[in-house]
């Protein structure tokens, strides 16, 4: 069989039987041997354009989400255009209109609860509110915080 050698056998994964006699290279002697050893040639060129497609997938698919994740960064960013609270204490007011307690949002955030209850604290006085429910609807009716951030205790 021509164009048969061991570097392009070895990239494409294929293992040659090993020789009747030691030394020898392997070299098929039969019809049938030829023929598994171009199906196998074949089937290996199959397995690698089976990859190259699978990669091309692969990369589509990242685009796309890195597009989505792009496109929800800019429309958080224009949801919180304006917003005095910077993301820690938005957190913390989205976490009370979830109805967390400062400790569990402490525990979800890995935080100190003094943290999490300065951060409400600081939020209450940014934005002017009488008490924690008013600064939740303060945030909500500006569109600082969803119904979705609420839900879930976290803005962003």
Do not use: F
């Amino acid at each position: 069989m021509t164009g048969l050698n061991g570097k392009k056998l070895a990239q494409a994964g294929l293992v040659l039987p090993r020789s009747a006699r030691p030394g020898q290279a392997w070299a098929p002697r039969t019809p049938a041997e030829e023929h598994l050893l171009r199906e196998a040639q074949r089937l290996d060129r199959i397995r690698l354009l089976l990859l190259e497609e699978l990669g091309r997938a692969r990369a589509e698919a990242g685009q796309v989400r890195v597009s989505e994740k792009a496109a929800a960064a800019a429309r958080a960013a224009e949801r919180l255009k304006g917003c005095p609270l910077p993301p820690a204490q938005l957190n913390a007011v989205a976490a009370a209109a979830a109805g967390e307690s400062v400790h569990a949002t402490a525990r979800r955030l890995s935080l100190s609860w003094e943290t999490v209850r300065s951060h409400r604290q600081r939020a209450l006085r940014r934005l002017g509110a009488r008490d924690m429910e008013h600064a939740v609807q303060l945030c909500t009716a500006a569109g600082w915080i969803t119904p979705e951030h609420a839900s879930a205790g976290v803005s962003q």
